[in-house]
């Protein structure tokens, strides 16, 4: 029987605040690209190759 290997990332999703608007909303950890806020479309995030670079208030890390 064959089993298969199960890969465990290390990648978190992250609850941010937009700093124009506000809004907050989830966003991936490492965005590969440009995130914008839904509300307002500011951008929250800068891709840089691997972990994002993010523009806003980080309230919580999601697991």
């Known amino acids: 029987m064959m089993q298969k290997e199960i890969k465990i990332t290390k990648s978190k999703f992250?609850?941010?605040k937009c700093p124009k608007c506000e809004n907050e909303q989830i966003?991936?950890?490492k965005a590969v690209?440009?995130?914008r806020c839904l509300k307002?479309?500011?951008q929250l995030t800068?891709?840089?190759g691997g972990k994002a670079k993010i523009r806003a208030k980080v309230l919580e890390v999601l697991k």
């Open 14 to 16: 992250v609850r941010v």
């Open 40 to 42: 307002c479309k500011t």
């Open 46 to 48: 800068k891709p840089t």
């Open 27 to 29: 966003i991936f950890g």
């Open 33 to 35: 690209t440009r995130v």
